[in-house]
Structures are given as C-alpha cells and as structure tokens.
T-cell receptor, first 111, second 115 residues
C-alpha cells in the first residue's frame, strides 16, 4: 500500500525567504506526482505535475523535483510572499487508479 | 464556468439522516473521483468512475455510502444513516484518460457536519 509523508507538517517563514517542502513515498511504481495548493475550506488547485520519467517541473517561482528511485520529491518556493500561505499537498498516482495524498504542509508566510 | 462543480457547499444534518451530494465534472472528462478529507489531513480516496462504470471502491466506503454516475456525466454520493464520524469535506475530481499525464481537477468540496 502506497504511503505518502510530508515534512514539515507546518512551516512559518518571513516574507522573501526561499523554502523547501518535502514529500516521500514508499512505492516507487508511480505514473506521476502532483503538488497541490489548498486554501482553508476550499478545494485543491494543481500546481505542478511531474511524470515518472521526468526529474523536475517549474512554474514561476515554484520548482518541483522528483527522485523516483529514492521515493522523494521536493517543492521549492522562491522569494515567498504572504499570498503563498496555504496548505501544500503532495500526491502520487500509481497503478491502483487512485491518487494517494500526504498529510500536507501548512505554510504561513509573514509580512 | 468550466471547472468541477459541487453542490451543496455546506451541509449540516442530524445523526441518522440521509444526505446526497452532487458533482458535475468538466464536460470532456471521463474519469471522476470522490475523496474525503478531515481537518488537518490529506484527502483519502473513496471511489472512482470511468464513464458510468464504478471501477474502484475504497474500504473506507462502508455499506452506508453509495455513489452513482448515470450516463457518465454528473455523479452523486449518498450517505445513509449519517454518523458524527462522517463529518468531513467531500471532494470530487475529474480527469481525462492519459495515465502518464493524468491531472486531476478538484471541485471546491462539500463540507458535511453531522450533529
């Protein structure tokens, strides 16, 4: 059974800092890995999708990397802003047709 | 609006009552998923449809839960005889069939509170 873990569970940083969120998964037989953002009481917004054959994806200030063999992914956020405050969820898609999520990292960026 | 739509946004019910939620996926998406999320946790898979066929069901989906997707369009999730432990956010997502690039688009969810 696939298990996804995210560290840290919560993070508070001053505005402007670069930060790294970590995600690990136990079964490396994945199709892809996605990073989502979730604002309080809202649904999920997909940020980045990395195919199993890819090493990284970039979108604006966000960069996600994937090391499938070691079961790890990182989400790098450059020059953080208060508007980045949200919960960030990592999820992997495997052969079971289900997306397995980590518990999320709650990020607070202080002005 | 071409996103995934869920109704209602919030539902408050008394224990023992039945509730039904609706999800309208993005029109060209043939896959539809239901997830449940409790406070401070990541979403957990409940069930999955490809067109009108329900192909996967989680062990979390007890006998009190039933999901349908008639005609492969919208889907409903019904919970019978609700319990306080059913209180959660119920999320629907849809996608197109492309295993490597399958990207799920989520609705805003239905927040269920069972009193």
């Amino acid at each position: 059974k696939q298990e996804v873990t995210q560290i840290p569970a919560a993070l508070s940083v001053p505005e402007g800092e670069n930060l790294v969120l970590n995600c690990s998964f136990t079964d490396s037989a994945i199709y892809n890995l996605q990073w989502f953002r979730q604002d309080p009481g809202k649904g999920l917004t997909s940020l980045l999708l990395i195919q199993s054959s890819q090493r990284e994806q970039t979108s604006g200030r966000l960069n996600a990397s994937l090391d499938k063999s070691s079961g790890r992914s990182t989400l790098y956020i450059a020059a953080s802003q208060p508007g980045d405050s949200a919960t960030y969820l990592c999820a992997v898609l495997n052969a079971g047709n289900m997306l397995t999520f980590g518990g999320g990292t709650r990020l607070m960026v202080k002005p | 609006d071409t996103g995934v739509s869920q109704n209602p946004r919030h539902k408050i019910t008394k224990r023992g009552q039945n509730v039904t939620f609706r999800c309208d996926p993005i029109s060209e998406h043939n896959r539809l998923y239901w997830y449940r999320q409790t406070l401070g946790q990541g979403p957990e898979f409940l069930t999955y449809f490809q067109n009108e066929a329900q192909l996967e069901k989680s062990r979390l989906l007890s006998d009190r839960f039933s999901a349908e997707r008639p005609k492969g369009s919208f889907s409903t999730l019904e919970i019978q005889r609700t319990e306080q432990g059913d209180s959660a956010m119920y999320l629907c997502a849809s996608s197109v069939r492309d295993r490597i690039n399958e990207k799920l688009f989520f609705g805003s969810g239905t927040q269920l509170s069972v009193l």
